[in-house]
């Protein structure tokens, strides 16, 4: 009997569950547990960046991904690694998301690692906003 060979999906394809997942068909996992899987982001904005995936498309294994999230980078600024972080989602074709599956990208912040002067925040992630009365 032929073994039955996964099927990975391709950037803005619709996964249905986490075994169609892009990042399985490209890499293994760095780390994963029971409900999420973290891999090196393919193409990452900076060293570091990483892809937490839940292995369900729930808000409990969604939550456990931000929450494995938020616990790696405040290990990473103890050990020095890093000064800061973010962490987001990409939600919809609309905000940017290209892989159809739910994931949380964490990207470590360095001291000084835009133009002097220049704030660094979230909202300066919508380059059309007024972000203005903020800064």
Excluded at 122 to 134: E, I, M, T
Aim: aromatic fraction near 14%; include cysteine.
């Amino acid at each position: 009997m032929p073994s039955k060979k996964p099927i990975y999906k391709k950037p803005r394809e619709v996964i249905d569950y986490y075994e169609e997942c892009t990042w399985l068909g490209n890499d293994k996992p760095m780390f994963q547990n029971e409900k999420v899987s973290v891999f090196y982001d393919k193409y990452p904005t900076v060293k570091g960046h990483l892809l937490f995936v839940p292995k369900k498309n729930d808000v409990t294994h969604v939550g456990e991904a931000y929450k494995l999230a938020f616990y790696c980078g405040e290990q990473w600024i103890k050990e020095g690694k890093m000064d800061g972080f973010n962490i987001g989602q990409n939600i919809g074709k609309a905000a940017g998301q290209s892989i159809m599956w739910p994931h949380v990208h964490l990207i470590p912040r360095h001291k000084d690692d835009t133009k002097k002067g220049q704030p660094n925040g979230v909202r300066l992630s919508y380059p059309n906003g007024n972000n203005k009365g903020y800064y």
